[in-house]
Structures are given as structure tokens and as C-alpha cells.
């Protein structure tokens, strides 16, 4: 299993970016998908989720803010990330989940004027 992400980036408060996550050598649709992020000095966190069947999940943190979705003919999950702060900057890493989690290798946010 491989999980790659891209989209990450230094990005001015207020602003938006997307992150991607495309997955290989599983068959994803049958995967629960999602993100957790991990900033300096704090617990790792977890940010948003996506069930295979499309339930969404999220921290209160970024409610109304963020958005995860999922292309499964792609093989990819997304979040969608509006109105950063600060408090949002982080390593993000997305997982696959069925019995167990795979993970990627994190793509930087930062979030800074």
C-alpha cells in the first residue's frame, strides 16, 4: 500500500489550499480514508474523516472550514481546507484504514502572513 500527498504549502491566514492523497496497491473503495496533522510541540490530531461509504467526520477545529471527499475511480481523497489560521499549520498525513492503517509521509502546511 502506498499513500502519497501533495498540495501543501505556505499559504497567507485566510486562505485556502487542497490537499490530495492518492492511493495505490489496495482496493480503495473499500477503505476508510482520512487525514490527521501534527504541529510543533503538540499531540498529533486527528482533522477529518471519510467513510467508504461516504460519512464524513471531522474535528471541531475545522468544522464549516474543511471539506474531505473522496474520487474512488481515482483512487484519491481530498481535503479541502478554507479560512486557514495559524493553528492550522502542521504536518498533515493522510491514513487508509480497514483492519489497520496505512499511512503516508505527510506534506507541510503553513499557515503565515
Known amino acids: 500500500v502506498q499513500l502519497v500527498e501533495s498540495g501543501g504549502g505556505l499559504v497567507q491566514p485566510g486562505g485556502s489550499l487542497r490537499l490530495s492523497c492518492a492511493a495505490s496497491g489496495l482496493t480503495f473503495m473499500n477503505y476508510a480514508m482520512g487525514w490527521y496533522r501534527q504541529a510543533p510541540g503538540k499531540l498529533r490530531e486527528s482533522v477529518a474523516a471519510?467513510?467508504?461509504?461516504?460519512?464524513?467526520n471531522y474535528a471541531d477545529s475545522v468544522k464549516g472550514r474543511f471539506t474531505i471527499s473522496r474520487d474512488n475511480a481515482k483512487n484519491t481523497v481530498y481535503l479541502q481546507m478554507n479560512s486557514l489560521n495559524p493553528e492550522d499549520t502542521g504536518v498533515y498525513s493522510c491514513?487508509?484504514?480497514?483492519?489497520?492503517?496505512?499511512w503516508g509521509q505527510g506534506t507541510q502546511v503553513t499557515v503565515s502572513s
Open positions: 491514513y487508509a484504514r480497514i483492519s489497520r492503517f496505512y
Open positions: 471519510i467513510s467508504s461509504d461516504g460519512s464524513t
